[in-house]
């Protein structure tokens, strides 16, 4: 079984800063795309960022600019980096994986538990 760990989140005033960690462990062969995802009250669940495992990224375009996505394959560890965040980026964050757990199988969708962000104005 494959698990996500999200630390990281916290309150904040806008404009500050914060890093998210989401760290992969279990039995696993490769992990392919990371990514972060976010979910405010009364919205869907919506793209933040991705990496792929060439760490080629993707953004949001609302963060662009302000968010950056990395990740450090031998931690099995994706990390967003959020400066300059504003009332409207409040929202659980999710960190997902995509993973292939042993060598021939099929890629799996992994899915941390979530982190709060709050940005006060």
């Known amino acids: 079984q494959v698990h996500l760990v999200e630390s990281g989140g916290g309150l904040v005033q806008a404009g500050g800063s914060l890093r998210l960690s989401c760290a992969a462990s279990g039995s696993m062969f490769s992990i392919k795309n990371m990514g972060w995802y976010r979910q405010a009250p009364g919205n869907q669940r919506e793209l933040v960022a991705t990496?792929?495992?060439?760490?080629?990224?993707n953004y949001a375009d609302s963060v662009k600019g302000r968010f950056t996505i990395s990740r450090d394959n031998y931690k099995n560890t994706v990390y967003l980096r959020m400066n300059s965040l504003k009332p409207e980026d409040t929202a659980v964050y999710y960190c997902n994986a995509e993973v292939i757990v042993t060598l021939g199988s099929g890629m799996d969708d992994y899915w941390g538990q979530g982190t709060q962000v709050t940005v006060s104005s």
């Open positions: 990496i792929t495992n060439g760490e080629s990224t």
